[in-house]
């Protein structure tokens, strides 16, 4: 009989049943051994079941892996999708504190499962795939909803080239700064940050356009 994961469940939240406990024990093994290192045996032992009652779910690692990496993706995706929705432009610096604020700190678990899914996604083409589907498509998808709404309330006027490029500096930003605190293991400093996306993009000293 199939025995119960023990490990600290970040996808049982969301992900009913034996899937939700499958990803679990899985993201303990990658977390542990990392993609490479991690088998299919390994999650099996964790999880208490044979290997080939493992395979009966996913017919092998990378398999396995992908759904790891979509579900964490879509969930992100998600909650980032109605925060940057509520931001209003009229508050825009305070809007983006509150935003900035509530991104996982070093440690968190979120924070943490992402970080551990991410570090074999670049070497793996199918993976990147799925990342890019599943997180990279959406995040720009949503920026460029985000950038012409925070543009036209400050009355900027921007061709579609100048947009592409303003999307892709305000994702550099947003998404780097995340990325190099943890990387570069620098204190958070989020005001500085904030003042700072909103001089680049031309946010700040601006007049708002009339109502």
């Known amino acids: 009989m199939d025995a119960p994961c023990s490990s600290t ?3 049982s939240d969301f992900v009913a049943g034996r899937r939700g406990e499958i990803l679990d024990a899985a993201l303990v093994v990658f977390q542990e051994k990392g993609y ?4 299919m ?20 690692k990378e398999a396995l892996y992908s759904d790891m990496l979509g579900l964490a993706g879509d969930r992100v995706i ?16 305070d809007s983006l504190m509150a935003l900035i ?3 996982p700190r070093p440690g968190a678990k979120a924070g943490g499962m992402m970080g551990t899914l991410l570090a074999s996604a670049p070497h793996n083409e199918a993976l990147m795939e799925t990342f890019r589907d599943h997180l990279v498509r959406p995040m720009v998808a949503g920026f460029r909803e985000f950038v ?3 543009d036209s309330f400050f009355g900027i006027e921007r061709s579609p080239q100048e947009l592409d490029a303003a999307i892709r500096v305000f994702a550099s930003l947003f ?14 400093e989020d005001e500085a940050i904030v003042d700072a996306m909103l001089r680049v993009m ?5 007049q708002p356009q009339s109502r």
């Open 202 to 206: 031309g946010w700040i000293g601006t």
């Open 36 to 39: 490479t290192g991690g088998t």
């Open 175 to 188: 998404v780097g700064y995340f990325a190099t605190s943890k990387v570069l293991a620098m204190p958070r």
């Open 101 to 103: 604020a509530q991104e």
């Open 41 to 60: 045996r390994d999650v099996a032992a964790r999880l208490g079941v044979t290997e080939p009652a493992l395979y009966r779910h996913y017919p092998g």
């Open 78 to 93: 998600a909650n980032a999708s109605q925060r940057m929705a509520a931001i209003q432009p009229e508050t825009l610096r």
């Open 148 to 150: 012409p709404r925070v």
């Open 9 to 11: 469940p970040y996808f």
